[in-house]
């Protein structure tokens, strides 16, 4: 034993030179059908070092070693869940190890739970269709956000294949099952493991003359016939990606199904849902965000204790990017999307870019993704984009494996681009709320012989600082784009044009982050959604209707939903209202509103749509043909928050879209 112990403790100091993270040995026996879990785990503790580990409490730890000596857990609650406390030192002149045995039973994989449960789980899960040990679940000793490298040894029954962040150093047919050695060199945010009955595809990737990478997916049975079409793109992606920022910086990147509704990226994996996987969206969209992520998020890490930066930036170069890819009109339309996403959300859900850690509901996605993303375009904006692209690629090899912050990222464009940049990041990341713009006056100066326009902009509470582009149309049908400075409360600039002005549009390709009039949103169903005061109507009084309506409510609102008890449709809140076709169009008639789209009423076996009340709250509808049709379209709505309107044959949408909006027009006067 003492002879195995040292064997232990020099592999791990080699590993681990500077002891900043902790590394461990781990040997784990992983049984997911049955549920059972054993593990060993050997934690190098670098000389005076302290540490005080969380182990979830449904693990009894059946011996705990320090040097060689034993050492008693204690019991923690002072944590969101009841969990063991281990807690060590090691002497000021030298490292020991910290010996870890435990077993446990996992909690059942419930197939039923949604997208935002999952989101929530907190607990290590395992069925027949397989395991999922999240690093933020307890499963092994660590805590939150540290930084950790480890060599783990993975033992599953036959027919079952683990799969972890790191290389995969050695995987074989054992008389006990299957066994697979993972290695993270490489200090990672934390140990995910799944496993499941999973039939894996390989594809080496060539990325550059001296660079090869494992692609791999595992995948369930009935997915396989997809697997050669995610090793192209997930191959696409990572050469883009790698010739854009830098190299990749993982051995191996693994497309995993789970049977969750999931769709999570850790480092070198994407954890997609099966479902979500036979999409055929989805290789196209979320598979890039996926990928991507092992850039930004893990393999840059952010500093959640002033903001995650990641998401947005990967949403930006990622989701937005695929968008510049087929046009302006298609990134324009992503850019109208986010802001009215953002317009619904009410000022007590929003809070700093600087606060955002993670989403857990959809005002978060609105600030954490959306928001964020657009800064980084006004940002690219500003500097131009071969500053932009110069910074990105400094972030990356100046902190790859490391932490930054937003200043951080702010240090690296500045860089770039040669200019201070600190009042830009201090107004978009430290601040609530966006800028609300609007043309005060717009008049015709035709002195001295020229077409001359006067234009005074306004902004309400403390001042942006921001270029705001204007458009100009003419009186002989053309039009000139001008860009207004803003850096107090009222800016005045004035036009030279070639012609007589018409009138004026405001920022009318959405390029600055701001709060939308009224008039320039299109109600949307997230405007129904995110607000706290949201009420259900039941249209009708059928037993199981009302029993689905209430599900649906549960799913769709970020509370729970009380029933509308009022009269008048001016001074209700907004509405939820759900029924059947028949007794919907009753209430719709009852209290004046407009009816169904019948056009739309007429194809689809559901629909929902979102009006608003004239001069009022909006209203969501959703109807159905019959029970069934009600309760098919309702498991996905939770997913279709920036629609205006959604038509379903079944559980499946045939038509979507938004509301079309003019733009706002400034009148121009003499």
């Given at each position: 034993m003492l002879r195995?112990?040292?064997?232990?403790?020099?592999?791990?100091?080699?590993?681990?030179?500077?002891?900043?993270?902790?590394?461990?040995?781990?040997?784990?026996?992983?049984?997911?059908?049955?549920?059972?879990?054993?593990?060993?785990?050997?934690?190098?503790?670098?000389?005076?070092?302290?540490?005080?580990?969380?182990?979830?409490?449904?693990?009894?730890?059946?011996?705990?070693?320090?040097?060689?000596?034993?050492?008693?857990?204690?019991?923690?609650?002072?944590?969101?869940?009841?969990?063991?406390?281990?807690?060590?030192?090691?002497?000021?002149?030298?490292?020991?190890?910290?010996?870890?045995?435990?077993?446990?039973?996992?909690?059942?994989?419930?197939?039923?739970?949604?997208?935002?449960?999952?989101?929530?789980?907190?607990?290590?899960?395992?069925?027949?269709?397989?395991?999922?040990?999240?690093?933020?679940?307890?499963?092994?000793?660590?805590?939150?956000?540290?930084?950790?490298?480890?060599?783990?040894?993975?033992?599953?029954?036959?027919?079952?294949?683990?799969?972890?962040?790191?290389?995969?150093?050695?995987?074989?047919?054992?008389?006990?099952?299957?066994?697979?050695?993972?290695?993270?060199?490489?200090?990672?945010?934390?140990?995910?493991?799944?496993?499941?009955?999973?039939?894996?595809?390989?594809?080496?990737?060539?990325?550059?003359?001296?660079?090869?990478?494992?692609?791999?997916?595992?995948?369930?049975?009935?997915?396989?016939?997809?697997?050669?079409?995610?090793?192209?793109s997930a191959a696409a992606y990572l050469r883009r990606y790698d010739a854009s920022i830098g190299p990749y910086a993982f051995a191996s990147y693994s497309v995993v199904s789970s049977p969750l509704p999931t769709g999570f990226g850790m480092p070198g994996i994407a954890y997609l849902g099966r479902q979500v996987i036979r999409l055929p969206f989805i290789r196209s969209t979320s598979l890039g965000h996926e990928v991507l992520h092992d850039w930004w998020g893990n393999g840059v890490y952010p500093d959640h204790a002033h903001g995650n930066w990641s998401e947005g930036l990967t949403t930006f170069l990622a989701d937005y990017a695929f968008k510049e890819d087929e046009g302006d009109e298609q990134a324009r339309a992503m850019r109208v999307a986010w802001l009215r996403d953002f317009a619904a959300v009410r000022a007590e859900d929003d809070r700093p870019l600087a606060a955002f850690v993670a989403r857990r509901h959809g005002a978060d996605q609105a600030v954490g993704y959306n928001k964020a993303a657009f800064v980084f375009f006004m940002l690219r904006e500003l500097i131009g984009a071969e500053p932009f692209r110069a910074g990105l690629r400094r972030l990356w090899a100046d902190h790859r494996f490391r932490v930054a912050s937003w200043d951080d990222l702010r240090r690296a464009f500045e860089a770039s681009a040669g200019r201070d940049l600190s009042t830009f990041f201090s107004q978009w990341i430290s601040r609530t709320g966006a800028p609300a713009i609007e043309v005060a006056s717009a008049r015709r100066d035709a002195s001295r012989d020229r077409h001359r326009l006067i234009v005074a902009l306004r902004q309400s509470g403390v001042p942006y600082q921001l270029n705001v582009p204007l458009r100009v149309h003419l009186e002989d049908g053309t039009s000139v784009d001008a860009l207004a400075r803003m850096s107090d409360v009222n800016a005045r600039v004035s036009l030279d044009l070639p012609a007589r002005a018409h009138w004026l549009a405001l920022d009318p390709d959405m390029r600055v982050f701001r709060r939308l009039t009224r008039d320039e949103i299109a109600p949307i169903l997230r405007e129904v959604m995110l607000d706290q005061r949201t009420v259900l109507v039941v249209a009708g009084t059928d037993a199981i209707i009302r029993g689905t309506a209430e599900a649906l409510a549960g799913a769709m609102l970020e509370h729970p939903a009380r029933q509308w008890q009022g009269a008048s449709i001016d001074a209700a809140p907004?509405?939820?209202?759900?029924?059947?076709?028949?007794?919907?169009?009753?209430?719709?008639?009852?209290?004046?509103?407009?009816?169904?789209?019948?056009?739309?009423?007429?194809?689809?076996?559901?629909?929902?749509?979102?009006?608003?009340?004239?001069?009022?709250?909006?209203?969501?509808?959703?109807?159905?043909?019959?029970?069934?049709?009600?309760?098919?379209?309702?498991?996905?709505?939770?997913?279709?928050?920036?629609?205006?309107?959604?038509?379903?044959?079944?559980?499946?949408?045939?038509?979507?879209?938004?509301?079309?909006?003019?733009?706002?027009?400034?009148?121009?006067?003499?």
């Open positions: 195995i112990l040292a064997a232990v403790v020099v592999s791990l100091t080699s590993a681990l030179a500077c002891a900043a993270p902790l590394h461990h040995e781990i040997n784990v026996a992983l049984d997911p059908a049955q549920r059972r879990l054993r593990v060993t785990d050997r934690i190098l503790l670098a000389p005076d070092r302290a540490v005080a580990l969380r182990l979830a409490a449904a693990f009894q730890p059946q011996r705990l070693l320090l040097d060689g000596r034993a050492i008693a857990p204690e019991r923690d609650v002072a944590g969101d869940a009841p969990a063991w406390l281990i807690k060590a030192r090691a002497p000021s002149d030298r490292a020991v190890v910290l010996e870890v045995h435990y077993a446990g039973e996992l909690q059942p994989l419930d197939l039923a739970l949604d997208h935002r449960q999952v989101l929530g789980l907190s607990r290590p899960v395992a069925g027949a269709e397989g395991a999922f040990l999240a690093a933020n679940t307890g499963w092994y000793p660590g805590s939150d956000h540290e930084l950790t490298t480890y060599r783990m040894k993975v033992i599953v029954p036959a027919g079952v294949r683990p799969v972890a962040s790191g290389r995969l150093i050695a995987e074989a047919v054992t008389a006990s099952g299957f066994e697979a050695i993972f290695e993270a060199r490489h200090p990672l945010p934390g140990i995910d493991l799944m496993a499941g009955p999973y039939t894996v595809t390989e594809r080496i990737v060539r990325l550059a003359a001296d660079r090869d990478v494992r692609v791999r997916t595992y995948f369930h049975a009935e997915l396989n016939e997809l697997a050669a079409d995610y090793l192209d907004p509405l939820l209202i759900v029924g059947l076709h028949g007794e919907v169009a009753d209430f719709l008639a009852r209290h004046g509103l407009p009816p169904m789209p019948q056009a739309m009423l007429a194809r689809a076996t559901a629909l929902a749509y979102a009006r608003r009340v004239p001069a009022g709250n909006a209203y969501l509808v959703v109807s159905a043909r019959d029970p069934q049709a009600l309760g098919a379209a309702s498991r996905a709505l939770p997913h279709l928050g920036a629609q205006s309107f959604v038509a379903f044959d079944g559980p499946r949408s045939i038509e979507r879209g938004v509301w079309p909006v003019e733009p706002r027009r400034y009148a121009v006067t003499d």
